[in-house]
């Protein structure tokens, strides 16, 4: 059942791998969590990653915490916290820690379509302790290619599809939205597979269904109250949740300030509904409550449906 695929992990938690991940690794999400299209990766690590080019998916990724630097197309980049990228499949980047030495960089990594996991199960299996040639090799399967200076290939991606935004910074709509709701990657930017915000959730959200995006979200700051299945949760700073696609939830702030999440939409399209909501804010928002039924008027061509009581 569409339920059975609901999961709450715990701050620091992983998703069960094959074989154990470095401890500097873990799995929010995998393949077998989004039906193939992303994979998030929670990352706190201090090592650099040389010159290499993903041939299979793109790469999203977010800052927590510390100073990542993206080397991308002659310049370096230098990322702080609620900065974030996406590098193309088919074009080379590195990145290297910035901070001081004994740093760690907190940061999410989404790659789409999914499968980073499944290689990072391959290269801990292997034990290769840095050595680019073998992780080449391994690579094969997934699109990994390292450059080792010997037969490089040459890029083949479309470099304008790059993108770095920086804190509150938000990907151009079709309306502009209140920061609140910060678009960092549309379904335009991901082939469809999905769409990042950063938002505060400052008001309850009524009970609602997806009935074809699972939604996923990630706290940053606060605590969200969940209710689903007849249940209700508490995620606060550090965890994660999958609510999938065909079963109602609600979703209210827990904590004062309201909490700060990073909320995933797979497949994407939930910036569309939030633009719509924006539009007829007047209409569908009275005393700092949402109106289901007047909701409705403009969610459920995105088939998202509240209940009306």
Same mark, same amino acid.
């Given at each position: 059942? $569409?339920?059975? #695929?609901?999961?709450?992990?715990?701050?620091?938690?992983?998703?069960?791998?094959?074989?154990?991940?470095?401890? %500097?690794?873990?799995?929010?999400?995998?393949?077998?969590?989004?039906?193939?299209?992303?994979?998030?990766?929670?990352?706190?690590?201090?090592?650099?990653?040389?010159?290499?080019?993903?041939?299979?998916?793109?790469?999203?990724?977010?800052?927590? =915490?510390?100073?990542?630097?993206? *080397?991308?197309?002659?310049?370096?980049? /230098?990322?702080?916290?609620?900065? $974030?990228?996406?590098?193309?499949?088919?074009?080379?980047?590195?990145? @290297?820690?910035?901070?001081?030495?004994?740093? +760690?960089?907190?940061?999410?990594?989404?790659?789409?379509? +999914?499968? %980073?996991?499944?290689?990072?199960?391959?290269?801990?299996?292997?034990?290769?302790?840095?050595?680019?040639?073998?992780?080449?090799?391994?690579?094969?399967?997934?699109?990994?290619?390292?450059?080792?200076?010997?037969? *490089?290939?040459?890029? %083949?991606?479309?470099?304008? #599809?790059?993108?770095?935004?920086? +804190?509150?910074?938000?990907?151009?709509?079709?309306?502009?939205?209140?920061?609140?709701?910060?678009?960092?990657? @549309?379904?335009?930017?991901?082939?469809?597979?999905?769409?990042?915000?950063?938002?505060?959730?400052?008001?309850?959200?009524?009970?609602?269904?997806?009935?074809?995006?699972?939604?996923?979200?990630?706290?940053?700051?606060? =605590?969200?109250?969940?209710?689903? *299945?007849?249940?209700?949760?508490? +995620?606060?700073?550090?965890?994660?949740?999958?609510?999938?696609?065909?079963?109602?939830?609600?979703? @209210?702030?827990? $904590?004062?300030?309201?909490?700060?999440?990073?909320?995933?939409?797979?497949?994407?399209?939930?910036?569309?509904?939030?633009?719509?909501?924006?539009? /007829?804010?007047?209409?569908? $928002?009275?005393?700092? #409550?949402?109106?289901?039924?007047?909701?409705?008027?403009?969610?459920?061509?995105?088939?998202?449906?509240?209940?009306?009581?």
């Amino acid at each position: 059942m $569409s339920k059975d #695929r609901f999961f709450l992990l715990d701050a620091g938690a992983s998703r069960p791998t094959r074989v154990p991940l470095p401890p %500097w690794a873990t799995v929010k999400a995998g393949v077998e969590d989004t039906q193939g299209r992303f994979t998030l990766m929670e990352n706190r690590g201090g090592g650099s990653i040389p010159p290499h080019v993903h041939d299979t998916f793109d790469e999203f990724v977010y800052v927590v =915490e510390g100073d990542l630097g993206l *080397d991308y197309d002659g310049t370096t980049h /230098h990322l702080t916290a609620g900065m $974030s990228f996406l590098v193309p499949r088919g074009v080379t980047h590195a990145m @290297r820690n910035l901070g001081p030495d004994g740093s +760690a960089v907190h940061a999410l990594q989404l790659s789409a379509p +999914a499968g %980073w996991e499944r290689y990072m199960e391959d290269i801990a299996e292997a034990g290769l302790g840095g050595d680019w040639t073998k992780a080449n090799e391994v690579g094969k399967p997934y699109g990994m290619r390292y450059h080792t200076g010997e037969g *490089d290939a040459d890029e %083949w991606g479309d470099k304008e #599809r790059f993108f770095v935004l920086d +804190a509150g910074e938000a990907r151009p709509g079709r309306i502009a939205v209140p920061p609140a709701f910060s678009v960092k990657a @549309r379904t335009a930017d991901t082939d469809g597979l999905f769409s990042l915000l950063e938002v505060v959730v400052a008001q309850p959200i009524p009970r609602h269904t997806h009935h074809v995006a699972d939604e996923c979200v990630y706290v940053l700051n606060g =605590e969200l109250e969940i209710e689903f *299945d007849g249940r209700s949760h508490t +995620a606060g700073a550090g965890q994660f949740v999958l609510l999938p696609h065909g079963v109602p939830h609600a979703l @209210r702030p827990g $904590s004062n300030p309201p909490p700060r999440v990073i909320q995933i939409s797979s497949p994407g399209g939930w910036e569309c509904v939030v633009e719509a909501l924006i539009e /007829h804010r007047s209409e569908v $928002s009275v005393a700092g #409550r949402f109106d289901p039924a007047a909701l409705n008027r403009y969610t459920r061509p995105y088939h998202v449906v509240y209940e009306e009581n």
